[in-house]
């Protein structure tokens, strides 16, 4: 007889249905006191496009969200090009550790997300929470290879994506498959049908009372674009690309506006962490502030992105932190916030900056940031406090856009050559190179590096 047989025989019934519900009604609270978690994800949107960030395109609804929570100065991707990114940002984990090393082609790769990952969505259905994702998705479903899991298997109870892009383009999209069913085509842009889907199920929910967490992953302003001609024709000419880019980022804004409007109806403000970001940096070289390349590089270009937290009544408002952060701190984060614990036997890459967020001084990053991808020279990336280190393969590796599984052994086993030494504080646009003046400097932030990539490695699937 275990344990659990001699509990069960020494309580009463009458006592173990007491204490089973009040056990119930305890969890229950806990978790209808906890804050509804909503992240809005851009996609390829840049570090210098928005309002708030000295962007060219109006959006006054991420501006006051910014206004009213945190808006971090330096703000970093998880990779600079898509699905890694977005792997990264959902377990707070390297994406070579979950198993994606470049952006998914499921008609050419194995690869996907990992299921053995733990993601924030399986964190917060554990915590009590109703958990929804809407929006492109790129990190694997079973459109042509029928193994790979879908987001229900990462924690979602209901889901509404597009294995990559909106297509034909962000107008009308066909592509788009809800709980595993093709929707077929729709009528309208592709930021506000993704809104229609979050406020629909926000509505819809059975248990108004349980807390939520709404995955909202938009397709703008990723090519290829599309916007209504009221809002291009505020840019420029409807048929300029600049100027539709800018409108597919201000129609997304509006869309954002619908949601808040639809959360501010279910409850106050209070109530609701919100988390605005983008996946990688620009492909437009006007759109990155005037930093070193863009998407695809693991220059400052490619990897810096907007970041902005807000929850009333808990994080600062008006504050703009100078605390370098980045997609890869969003799962201890939000575990930090909500006073959860974050995945037992897991080395999360990030750090929980919820004490900087709500008011504390003190923060120490425990491992510094790192990048590494494939198509890009430099290969490899990392920034250890004010400055940045950045290397190149020593083996021969295509940088084709294509990623090629067959790469994988060689990636796992390579090291690197021509390093180069960045003071980011002073020099944020990485115009001087300091290796030749500071060796000692790179010395310590090599062996650094090749010890995060020695650990990043051997978590890494061979596909």
């Not at 049908?193 to 059975?206: N, P, Y």
């Not at 425990?366 to 190149?392: E, K, N, T, Y």
């Not at 052994?409 to 021509?418: F, L, M, S």
Request: with cysteine; net charge negative.
């Amino acid at each position: 007889m275990d344990k659990s047989e001699i509990f069960l025989q020494l309580v009463p019934v009458k006592s173990l249905s007491l204490f089973f519900a009040t056990l119930f009604l305890a969890l229950s609270a806990g978790a209808a006191d906890r804050p509804n978690v909503v992240i809005l994800l851009a996609d390829d949107l840049g570090f210098q496009d928005i309002g708030c960030y000295g962007g060219p395109v109006e959006t006054p609804t991420l501006d006051a969200l910014a206004a009213g929570g945190t808006r971090f100065a330096t703000f970093y991707a998880g990779c600079a090009v898509c699905s890694p990114s977005r792997a990264t940002l959902m377990t707070g984990r390297h994406h070579i550790r979950a198993g994606v090393y470049s952006w998914i082609s499921d008609e050419r790769q194995r690869s996907h997300l990992l299921e053995r990952e733990v993601t924030l969505a399986e964190i917060l259905k554990k915590a009590g929470y109703d958990t929804a994702h809407v929006g492109k998705w790129h990190l694997g479903l079973p459109t042509a290879k029928d193994d790979k899991p879908t987001p229900d298997q990462h924690g979602f109870d209901h889901w509404f994506a597009t294995w990559n892009n909106a297509e034909p383009s962000h107008r009308d999209p066909a592509t788009f498959i809800r709980n595993g069913e093709p929707v077929g085509p729709l009528e309208g842009y592709s930021c506000q049908l993704v809104v229609d889907e979050a406020i629909r199920w926000l509505g819809q929910r059975e248990d108004s009372s349980r807390p939520f967490f709404l995955n909202v992953w938009f397709h703008e302003p990723h090519a290829p674009i599309a916007a209504p001609d009221e809002i291009v024709s505020r840019y420029g000419d409807i048929k300029n690309k600049a100027a539709i880019y800018s409108g597919t980022i201000d129609n997304t804004d509006r869309a954002i506006r619908r949601l808040l409007a639809k959360l501010h109806e279910l409850g106050p403000p209070e109530d609701t962490l919100i988390l605005y970001a983008s996946d990688n940096g620009s492909y437009r070289d006007d759109r990155t502030g005037g930093l070193r390349g863009k998407k695809g590089a693991n220059w400052e270009g490619g990897l810096r992105v907007p970041g902005i937290f807000s929850w009333p009544g808990k994080i600062k408002a008006g504050h703009v932190s100078e605390i370098p952060a980045g997609l890869v701190d969003v799962v201890p984060t939000v575990c930090g916030l909500l006073g959860l614990d974050p995945p037992s036997g897991v080395h999360l890459d990030g750090a929980d900056l919820s004490g900087p967020l709500t008011g504390a001084d003190e923060f120490t990053r425990h491992q510094p940031f790192f990048w590494h991808l494939q198509r890009s020279r430099p290969i490899v990336a990392m920034r250890d406090g004010d400055f940045c280190l950045v290397a190149d393969p020593d083996y021969e590796l295509p940088t084709d856009n294509m990623f090629d599984e067959t790469w994988i052994p060689a990636i796992r086993a390579g090291g690197y050559t021509h390093y180069q030494l960045f003071d980011l504080k002073n020099d944020p646009h990485q115009t001087r190179d300091l290796a030749a003046d500071q060796p000692e400097r790179v010395e310590s932030l090599k062996k650094k590096l090749l010890q995060i990539n020695a650990s990043v490695m051997a978590d890494g699937t061979v596909w």
